[in-house]
């Protein structure tokens, strides 16, 4: 008996596992000794070591997937027998079976990272039709959960590069949501929050206005100018992600939503952040980004309760001036020495009123756009889009301190509320100074739901400053 389970163990250890869960920030993958980036031996990197594949089932369906995943057109052979030069060091993978539907060698099954019984003549080499571009433009997001939040790269003599995070903002993000077709910026991340890269860094000092096609046309230094490093890689969250400003943080434990751990969500899973360098700053950020308020504190050592799985964050260093945690700088996701017991938390004053009044734009790619959700009784709640119109949008326009309407949405077009919703029939003439001069059925009472949630995007007016942070 205990050798039949002793060679079940071994079967199971034995066979053929899916590689480790990963992302493109710990794992990428290269071609090397070809006659250019899209031929040649192929490497992949894991625990920051550069190692070989082994030939080992190595076909055109695991060629397919390498093209794809550089960017290099179809797969056109898949040479064995290290037919660009024997590599050295690690053989990192081994009996690698994709179906070719993959988007990285790493979702491939696959022995586990560095099992094998191979050497290097039996190296694993790809040859693919050079460069592809996607549509609609040479920039591409990688390592998020998916094409529309990542690390931004750009397409540059047949060779993806990064781009360096000065100057860096939801005007140049909304650049590049709007090129790939991901619909608006909702975060501007800095410093490579999903990975380094490991190549050229292309741009440099970008400064969109916004309204270009493409990142191209944004003034910039020029190709390869900087003075950066791969910590310091930019990266875009669209709308078209999933995520929002306001749903990808939360607070957990507390007496309220506005008090309790810090967790915040990564690739679906939500996890908690060490407290290790938590301040008040990275505490007021998450009460703004709440709509919480001003902070009171920031109690480390898990004040209230220890939460389980993934410590996501870590060493985040915020100015304090930052929408949303996720733009602050800080370790690597998931790198970290901490456990549960100094799981991070933060104490809000619950109600944020700004400075123009009780109405704000949220979860837009910046004030002048977003839900409308006004204030009543010490609550936020949103608006129903009947009769949503522009008038009604020049009136909130004004009232968040923006320029003139572009658009008056209805549809819950940037998510819906998540608590009341207090004016419906809003109905006004477009000279009024707030929306609650405007006629509306009185508060709270309603025939809609969240998915009738009213929008508006409005021109961000570069004359007027941003309201001081709370």
Known sequence: MRLVLLACLWASLAGVLLAEDVDTSKHEIRLVGGPNHCSGRVEVLHKDVWGTVCDDQWD???????????????ALSAPRESKYGEGKGQIWLSDVNCKGTEA??????????????????????????????????????????NRCAGRVEVLHEEQWGSVCHDNWDLNDAQVVCKQLGCGDAVLAPIGAKFGRGFDTIWLDDVNCTGVEAALSECPARPWGDHNCYHGEDASAICSDSGI?????????????????????????????VCDDQWDLREAKVVCRQLGCGTVLSAPPESKYGEGKGQIWLSDVNCTGTEESLTECEAKLWGDNICNHVEDASVECSEVDIPEQGPVRLVDGPNKCAGRVEVLHENRWGSVCDDHWDMKDAKVVCKQVGCGSPLSAMG?????????IIWLDD??????????????????????CYHGEDADVVCAVNKNLEEPEAP
């Open 244 to 272: 929002t400003v306001s749903t990808s943080v939360r607070l957990v434990g507390g007496p309220n939503r506005c008090s309790g751990r810090v967790e915040v969500l990564h690739n679906g899973v939500w996890g908690t």
């Open 426 to 447: 809003v109905e006004c003439n477009g000279t009024e100074e707030s929306i609650f001069d405007c006629q509306a059925r009185p508060w709270g009472e309603h025939n």
């Open 60 to 74: 055109l369906r695991e060629a397919k997937v390498v093209c794809r995943q550089l960017g290099c057109g179809t």
């Open 411 to 419: 549809g819950a077009r940037y998510g819906r509320g998540s608590d």
């Open 104 to 145: 990285s060698l790493a979702e491939c099954k696959a022995k586990p990272w560095g099992d094998n019984i191979c050497n290097h003549v039996e190296d694993a080499s790809v040859e693919c039709s050079e460069t592809e571009i996607p549509e609609p433009g040479p920039i591409r997001l990688v390592g998020g959960p």
